[in-house]
């Protein structure tokens, strides 16, 4: 999630986005933008499109929580003192604390370059201001002295209290070795922050201080020393002596789940928390030190004196990241020295079968056309029972799983890959449709109002028997859509009050919403639609409509069918409006708050407007053209995410989903010149690192005639066979690791598949890697095969480095190493609630979308000719028995065959949809049979779901070219109906 940097400690970065809204009428410049002109405008606009003002008002109010009641300096002792004459023991006490706090802040100017080269870059946070944050408070106050029983000293004056930090900016510079254009190195980074202190009230309104500037362990530190200040309190002499301190740490963003490490670092409590949805910088201000206060009859007096709040500046993740490790020599490298061992290069030519089995099995991982994995209870013996996984990532495979199939189209042109085109789409115009009604939030429903455009991460509707996968107890990210903090819904009929119809929620009377008019009852009506991610609980995010928009740009770009066209192009206005409308913030209910935005991510951005510009020239073609330019410096969020290249590796996954579209439709020769001189800085990061999506989006991102000589060219100095032979080799490794982690729907569990090649590490192919956090690990010294890599998060495999072992640093000691039981039992729970990894089996989709891609470029051979639908032999059925039931009789189509040609020793699965009256069935009890030989096989699951019975079977090992034969029979009620089926062993 690379966003933008400057430079903090190192270097300080930038907060981003860009777009005006696409309602109002935008004048075209004579000229384009400048460059860095057109970097500084996408930097600035969301910034002052109301994140500032938002993060302001929050923070002032967490500023003042965080401070009111808070004793300054206090203290109190026994003195011997002379009263009237005589020695007599005196108690006195002393105290200031803060009342009625008014925390003030002026964030109104953004981060900017000051200037921009393959060199270096120069910037300013901000730039062309500045920034000041205070507060004024006032402050009880008081003093007295004790003797002989009698009050001889009182103290209570009113005092009002101020401090201010004022114009504070940060200056920050690179100086970089451009020798290597796509990798440059970091040669210094150079800080200069400036600021003034002053006060009101007791503090000095001006306070004349030298800061000397410290930069260790990621935090910038200003501090400076202040002896015998004045410190006016009326009546008493009271000076401080001490240090005045500003501290810049390396924060970022955290989810609410990571609520505890905000409040260890900011000291505030969980529920006093801001929800920020961007990276901030945190910034401690403060005090520490003496107060002296000369007090009547007992003198002067020294106290311990502690004034300190905190604040948080716009920054973005790569700031952060950077104040942790901006030392030379960066950036880091893993992994290209040495080189895997040899692989044969597989014939390419089975792909294709593979592809069909894992098309028809990926159909039951898409339940409503969204995206899913499986988690199962177990994998055997039956009955299986699972649940939904990764439904937090829907959104973002189901566009990726929308590309695959557009390029499957763009080969074959066959209507099995249209139907899963529009199948797909439908998955996704879900998501987008399931946010325009309403939210529920901690049982309060209201309407949606801002979409539409809002992108649900997930999609499911009420009568679905399987729900989402629990998590442990407590969180509120796991488990029923309907039964999270904040989710969307929507019903097929509208909604109901007092047998009253309403189209929508929005469309109810305000008073009978808030239940003012008696006890009107509101109910949803017909089926209803689940969504998710709105309000703080796990809000969408910018990764959700990064993969979204890759499938529809590809979608639309490359399937020129009229209705794909017209449901592409009005998905891709609906979110592109709705993010320029609010200038790349994303307000989300109940609250319209902005709880993600694009702060920082400035080519994830100008890749949304390219895709804008093809979908609809006339509308978004200006608004890119403007700030086109800005492609020109779009390596320098890419370089800052390859400063520590394996630190969030998905991170990698989600600019190339960015970059990929860009340069695929981008048609201006200079443009396209500047795109391509970022993208190289990208690929250098990753080219030897084995990973088939990204060779091919490699080829992809070239002209049509430069794709023949990059597929033939190695990937990398390391590389031992051409782009196109490592392609066919990382697939092939892909099947066999499928081949040995099979789950029950025929595709990879989230489990090592085979332990040999980690173990062949050990001992002089493993090595320690400390990422930015500073945490060390053991990883492969190069990248391992893809049936040997790490089986925990594998559902899409290209969005995790190679090098992983699946083994904890313990058991990383080259004298030490693991056992293959180790090893394969990675993903296990590691304490009771935990998710068993092991029992999760991924859609697949990382196998199609590099297949379908390689055929599309002519790196594979992929299929002949278009594909038809599967056809198994004609099914022979039975008719229902005989009933006086009037309801309609059941009908079923085809059996479905999965694989379309079994083999021995695998799973073989059939499947077959039943209606009855032309509607799906919700229930139904399924019995299945077949044998082999004349011998029962073993029935490995059965279930009927959304309308489909399905049955599987493990095949014996021996039964190569035999026939199996079966039936399926459904029961609803009274009525039954039974598909046969017949099909030769492989």
């Known amino acids: 999630m690379p966003a933008f940097l400057a430079v903090l400690g190192g270097v300080l970065a930038l907060a981003a986005a860009a777009g005006s809204a696409p309602g109002r009428s935008d004048v075209r410049r004579q000229t384009a933008l400048a460059p860095l002109d057109a970097v500084n405008k996408l ?93 004024t408070s006032d402050l009880e106050a008081h003093a007295s002295v004790r003797a002989a029983g009698n009050r001889i000293f009182s103290w209570s004056p009113s005092v009002g209290i101020g401090f201010r930090v004022s114009n504070f900016r940060i200056s920050a510079s690179t100086q970089l070795d451009a020798s290597q254009p796509d990798r440059p190195l970091l040669v210094r ?159 390419p030519a089975g792909f294709d ?193 990064v993969g979204v928009f890759m499938g529809l740009a590809f979608a639309h770009a490359l399937v020129p069918d009229p209705e794909v066209r017209a449901t592409t192009q009005r998905l891709i206005e609906n979110a592109l409006d709705f993010l320029l409308r609010n200038n790349w913030n994303v307000r989300l209910p109940p609250d319209n708050r902005i709880e993600t935005n694009f702060m920082g991510d400035f080519p994830k951005q100008l890749a949304f407007l390219r895709i804008g510009k093809s979908v609809n020239p006339a509308k978004y073609g200006a608004l890119y053209d403007d700030v086109a330019a800005a492609a020109e410096h779009a390596w320098i969020p890419v370089w800052f995410s390859s400063l520590d290249p394996l ?121 320690r890697y400390s990422t930015i956090e500073g945490t060390r690990s053991c990883l492969a010294r190069y990248p391992i095969p893809m049936y040997g890599r790490i089986g925990k998060g594998m559902d899409f495999s290209w969005q995790r480095h190679p090098f992983s072992l699946a083994v904890g640093d313990a058991g990383c000691e080259p004298t030490t190493p693991p056992s293959a039981t180790q090893i394969l039992e990675n993903g296990a729970p590691a304490q009771p609630g935990d998710l068993d990894h092991r029992l999760r089996e991924g859609p697949a989709v990382d196998f199609l979308l590099p297949y379908w891609l390689g055929a599309y470029l002519g790196v594979l051979p992929g299929p002949a000719a278009p594909m038809p639908t599967p056809t198994p032999p004609p099914p022979q059925s039975e008719p229902a028995p005989p009933t006086t039931d009037p309801t309609p009789a059941l009908s079923a189509g085809r059996a479905a065959a999965s694989p379309r040609a079994p083999r021995a020793g695998r799973a073989f699965a059939i499947s077959v949809r039943v209606s009855r009256g032309g509607r799906d069935v919700a229930a139904a009890k399924v019995r299945c049979a077949a044998r082999v030989g004349g011998r029962p096989v073993r029935l490995q699951g059965k279930r009927f779901l959304r309308s489909v019975a399905r049955c599987a079977w493990r095949l014996p090992a021996g039964s190569r070219r035999r026939t199996i034969a079966g039936s399926i029979r459904v029961e609803v009620e009274r009525a039954a109906i039974t598909r046969r089926f017949a099909a030769r062993v492989r």
Request: with cysteine.
């Open 43 to 135: 930097l600035s606009d969301p910034w002052r499109g109301g994140l500032r003002q938002q993060h302001e008002f929050e923070t002032e109010q967490s500023i003042e929580r965080s401070l009111e009641g808070k004793e300054l300096a206090g203290g109190g002792g026994s003195v011997g003192i002379s009263y009237r004459g005589v020695g007599v023991r005196a108690r006195w006490d002393f105290g200031l604390r803060t009342k009625n706090v008014n925390a003030e802040i002026d964030l109104a100017a953004a981060p900017g370059f000051r200037s921009a080269s393959p060199s270096g870059f120069a910037m300013d946070a901000p730039l062309g201001g500045f920034w000041n944050f205070g507060f």
């Open 189 to 347: 980074a150079t800080i200069n922050p400036s600021l003034r202190l002053g006060g009101a009230g007791p503090i000095p309104n001006s306070i004349p201080i030298s800061f000397r500037t410290e930069i260790a362990r990621g935090r910038v530190t200003l501090s400076g020393r202040v002896t015998n200040l004045s410190f006016g309190l009326p009546g008493l002499d009271a000076r401080l002596t001490g240090e005045l301190f500003l501290t810049l740490f390396p924060s970022q963003y955290v989810a609410d789940l990571e609520l505890d490490l905000r409040q260890e670092l900011l000291g505030v409590p969980v529920g006093d928390q801001i929800n920020l949805g961007a990276a901030f910088q945190h910034a401690r201000i403060g005090f520490r030190g003496d107060l002296s206060v000369g007090i009547r009859y007992v003198g002067t007096q020294r106290l311990p004196f502690s004034l300190r709040f905190d604040t948080l500046l716009p920054s973005t993740d790569e700031i952060n990241q950077a104040l942790l490790f901006l030392q030379p020599p960066l950036p880091k490298q893993w992994g290209a020295e040495r080189s895997p061992p040899a692989s044969a290069v597989p014939d």
């Open 353 to 545: 079968a593979a592809a069909q089995e894992i098309e028809s099995a990926v159909d039951d991982h898409m339940p409503h056309g969204g995206v899913l994995a499986f988690d199962f209870d177990r994998v055997t013996p039956p009955p299986l029972r699972y649940t939904y996984g990764v439904g937090a990532d829907s959104a973002i495979w189901t566009g990726h799983y929308l590309a695959a199939e557009s390029f499957r189209y763009a080969k074959t042109a066959g209507p099995d890959a249209l139907a899963r085109v529009k199948f797909a789409l439908g998955g996704l115009e879900r998501m987008f449709d399931v946010t325009t009604d309403a939210a529920v939030v901690r049982g309060r429903t209201v309407p949606v109002t801002g979409g539409p455009g809002i992108l649900s991460r997930t999609a499911r509707p009420n009568d679905d028997p399987v729900d989402y996968t629990p998590g442990p107890a407590g969180q509120t990210t796991a488990g029923p859509l309907e039964s999270r903090p904040c989710h969307y819904v929507v019903p097929e009929r509208g909604w109901s009050v007092d047998d009253r119809r309403y189209p929508s929620f929005a469309a109810i009377p305000l008073p009978l919403r808030i239940n003012r008019l008696g006890q009107a009852k509101i109910r949803p009506l017909g089926r209803v639609w689940y969504g998710w991610g709105c309000g703080n609980n796990h809000p969408v995010s910018r990764d959700q409509y």
């Open 647 to 767: 630190f969030q590796y998905y991170k990698f996954n989600l600019t190339h989903a960015a970059f990929g579209p860009a340069l695929f439709l981008e048609d201006d020769a200079a443009t396209r010149a500047r795109w391509q001189a970022s993208y190289r800085v990208l690929w250098r990061a990753v080219r030897h690192h084995r990973n088939a999506w990204f060779d091919l989006l490699h080829v992809l991102v070239h002209t049509p005639g430069e794709r023949a000589s990059i597929a033939a060219a190695p990937t990398s100095p390391s590389a031992a066979v051409p782009l196109s032979d490592e392609v066919k080799i990382l697939l092939g490794e892909w099947l066999r690791r499928r081949d040995g982690t099979q789950g029950p729907n025929g595709l990879p569990l989230n489990r090592v598949a085979e332990a040999g090649p980690q173990l062949a590490l050990w001992h002089s192919d493993i090595g």
